[in-house]
């Protein structure tokens, strides 16, 4: 799984406690902006090596103004996981992001002490990078979301709870009112959705958006006019210009 770029390159292993499971996670870069970067669907955490996202941003993690952390997934545990009841699928989703908040963070904070907190993915990644920053804005003090999916309730078979609601970003955000979140959505003020014309997730970043321009929230949507979007030469593109 050796990427081909020069950069500082760290693999890291170990179990899980609030996931009762080993992770793992592939850092690169020394020093910069800290991102977390979440996999593609039911991905893992070598998608952005495997996939050409980190040799398109050496440059920059060279330089040491990107310091990535890539890591792993339990998508096939959860939103993917059609042999679970959909309460134990969200349920799950709830247990890998007090993982992310609890267990990785952490890490990224013992090692990276950026006065930022950048979190970005593609498609669905991209849903995980704007969930947690949305319900975590003290944390995750940003996103860039590639053709992000914000809604899945296709996932869920027809089940719908308080958490569904409170984990699906064009539900919850358009009813938030809280101060709390407000003010320090517009104090982050790093809010990146970017996606295609032809991309089957437009409409959800076009929604989303619109919620955010409602509630007065910095962000910049980026609509390009690219054949195939939803794909990772784009997104690599993509990943270059707004990171």
Request: proline share 5%.
């Amino acid at each position: 799984m050796a990427g081909a770029c020069a950069v500082n390159r760290e693999y890291h292993k170990g179990p899980s406690a609030g996931l009762g499971r080993m992770m793992e996670m592939l850092v690169f870069g020394h020093a910069g902006l800290p991102v977390l970067a979440f996999p593609t669907s039911a991905g893992r955490f070598y998608d952005f090596e495997d996939n050409g996202m980190v040799d398109a941003l050496a440059p920059k993690i060279e330089a040491g103004h990107l310091q990535l952390f890539c890591v792993d997934s339990v998508d096939a545990e959860s939103w993917y996981s059609r042999l679970l009841p959909p309460r134990l699928r969200v349920a799950r989703h709830l247990q890998y992001e007090r993982y992310i908040l609890d267990e990785v963070v952490p890490a990224v904070r013992g090692r990276n002490d950026h006065a930022s907190l950048l979190a970005m993915g593609c498609s669905l990644g991209g849903y995980h990078a704007v969930n947690i920053a949305l319900r975590h804005p003290d944390t995750i003090t940003g996103f860039l979301s590639l053709s992000g999916v914000f809604d899945l309730t296709g996932f869920l078979d027809g089940y719908y709870d308080q958490d569904c609601y409170f984990n699906l970003p064009t539900h919850y955000l358009p009813n938030l009112t809280e101060p709390w979140y407000l003010d320090r959505f517009k104090r982050n003020h790093n809010y990146v959705l970017a996606t295609g014309w032809d991309d089957q997730c437009l409409a959800q970043n076009q929604t989303l958006a619109t919620v955010f321009a409602a509630k007065a929230i910095p962000h910049q949507l980026f609509i390009w006019d690219e054949k195939d979007s939803h794909n990772w030469p784009t997104w690599q593109r993509m990943a270059r210009k707004y990171l």
